[in-house]
């Protein structure tokens, strides 16, 4: 089959990422269009051999009639959509152009926002009316597909599919670590610990800063930026930590940042897919967190992963002890690193690539 990927940005972001791991290991033949300027997985798309091509317009009408050409001129069989933009004017333009089998990924809904958008009621009516021009969903968590059903999306059109982790790109390397401590101005012998995200607010940054306070001689890593940036930095500020807590921003991968730490956290906050906690696992972090589905998965089976350790939503204080527990372990091994840890194959790219294929299949009638 021939696949159109639609997706609203080819930044950095984990949607991105996640197509990036998607699109090689697919059994058809796939292109990739993005509706904003191009990213840095644009260039990795391209070098893998993807055709990517860019809309380039901001416009929402314009934007559909022009994927409606492109999807008529490249005799496309599915069409699939990622990040709401892209699921909204996608499965438009595809159902005008004549093609019935569209899928779409939904990789974060709340009761505040649709992927990056707040949830106001239009938002919410373009994307039930947009779902209604597509035949099946893809819900990354069990969550993501609870909230679609309370909107109304039947659950008959509504398919699990988990975040993929490809662990061998977090492989530790001390080149990388070093690398990275030397621009980011931390010395070699202090413990980091370091979190990963999206900075907004309520998602659970402010208590790792706090955390962080109790523990002399450590140093704290965000990896992410958002709207929240200032009012943390300016919480560093207050509580007497701004020569310890770094913000690196938004970075392309996070291998090289997960390299320079020594401790991962994964603070209470909203519910996530707990991707970059498996991502820390990979890179042989130790890792605190409050919510990572493929973990609970496996504590439901008694399997336990050695290093992870999952924080009481109950005690506000947990999350300090485990941080004081973890670096002091830290400095017990004299900075040793963990063996990587992976949740199984069920999260590997490879295995999510085929799921995502037999839901083609199924949409296409074959």
Do not use: N
């Not at 975040?163 to 670590?177: C, G, I, N, Y």
């Amino acid at each position: 089959m021939r696949v159109l990927h639609v997706i609203s940005t080819l930044a950095a972001g984990g949607a991105e990422q996640q197509l990036r791991l998607l699109v090689p290991r697919l059994p058809h033949d796939c292109e990739v269009v993005t509706l904003a300027r191009p990213g840095p997985v644009t260039t990795a798309l391209r070098a893998g051999g993807t055709a990517v091509h860019e809309l380039g317009t901001d416009g929402g009408p314009a934007s559909i009639v022009r994927l409606r050409r492109l999807i008529r001129l490249g005799r496309f069989d599915v069409v699939h959509t990622h990040l709401y933009r892209a699921c909204v004017q996608g499965r438009f333009a595809a159902r005008l152009a004549g093609v019935r089998p569209v899928v779409a990924t939904a990789h974060h809904l709340s009761a505040r926002s649709v992927e990056d958008r707040p949830a106001s009621g239009r938002v919410r009516a373009l994307y039930l009316a947009g779902e209604r021009a597509g035949q099946a969903t893809i819900a990354v968590t069990p969550t993501v597909a609870g909230r679609l059903r309370a909107w109304g999306v039947p659950d008959a059109r509504i398919t699990v599919i988990p975040k993929a982790v490809d662990a061998a790109e977090f492989r530790f390397d001390p080149a990388l670590r070093a690398a990275a401590r030397a621009r980011l101005e931390i010395a070699d012998g202090v413990p980091v610990v370091g979190g990963v995200g999206r900075l907004e607010h309520g998602e659970g940054f402010d208590r790792l800063i706090r955390a962080v306070g109790e523990l002399p001689g450590v140093t704290l890593l965000l990896v992410g930026d958002g709207p929240a940036r200032v009012a943390l930095q300016r919480l560093a500020a207050i509580e007497g930590l701004a020569d310890r807590v770094r913000f690196a921003g938004t970075v392309g991968h996070a291998r090289e940042m997960l390299c320079a730490m020594d401790v991962f956290a994964s603070p209470p906050g909203p519910d996530t897919a707990g991707l970059v906690v498996l991502e820390a696992l990979a890179a042989g972090l130790p890792a605190l967190y409050a919510t990572c589905p493929p973990l609970d998965e496996l504590a439901a089976a008694r399997t336990v992963l050695d290093g992870a350790h999952r924080l009481s939503p109950r005690d506000p204080q947990s999350l300090v002890r485990a941080l004081r527990t973890e670096v002091l372990c830290h400095r017990e091994r004299r900075g040793a690193r963990l063996p990587a840890r992976s949740a199984g194959d069920r999260y590997s790219a490879a295995a999510v690539a085929a799921s995502v294929s037999r839901l083609y299949d199924r949409v296409a009638g074959r």
